[in-house]
Nanobody
Framework: VQLQASGGGLVRAGGSLRLSCAASTRTFSYYNMGWFRQPPGKERKFVAAITWSGDSTYYADSVKGRFTISRDNAKNTVYLQMNSLKPEDTAVYYC????????????????????WGQGTQVTVSS
């Protein structure tokens, strides 16, 4: 499975961006999908995830109410709509794919994910 993230860029605080992650697999609907981010000089952390069916979504506390994850299985694509962006959202954002059987207790853990995209830079200016 190859994942290609796009949509990053430079935006002012309070602005919005939508990230996309396209998967090159016919079995996209068998994977839970997640977004992680890594700020400069810091560890990569969980941002959001969505189950293979799209029925359940999960968010880090820091982005709840501002970010929305969604997916289109017909297009093999997962999205991250980011609103009310803050300077502390500045990071490289990575999409990742985990097997459908990964449950809620593990879906926020990076080690649950088998495939990772190359990352897209998001920079929020104050």
């Amino acid at each position: 499975v190859q994942l290609q993230a796009s949509g990053g860029g430079l935006v002012r605080a309070g602005g919005s961006l939508r990230l996309s992650c396209a998967a090159s697999t016919r079995t996209f609907s068998y994977y839970n999908m997640g977004w992680f981010r890594q700020p400069p000089g810091k560890e990569r952390k969980f941002v959001a995830a969505i189950t293979w069916s799209g029925d359940s979504t999960y968010y880090a506390d820091s982005v709840k109410g501002r970010f929305t994850i969604s997916r289109d299985n017909a297009k093999n694509t997962v999205y991250l709509q980011m609103n009310s962006l803050k300077p502390e959202d500045t990071a490289v954002y990575y999409c990742a794919a985990a097997p459908w059987r990964v449950g809620a207790s593990k879906i926020a853990e990076g080690r649950s994910y088998d495939y990772w995209g190359q990352g897209t830079q998001v920079t929020v200016s104050s």
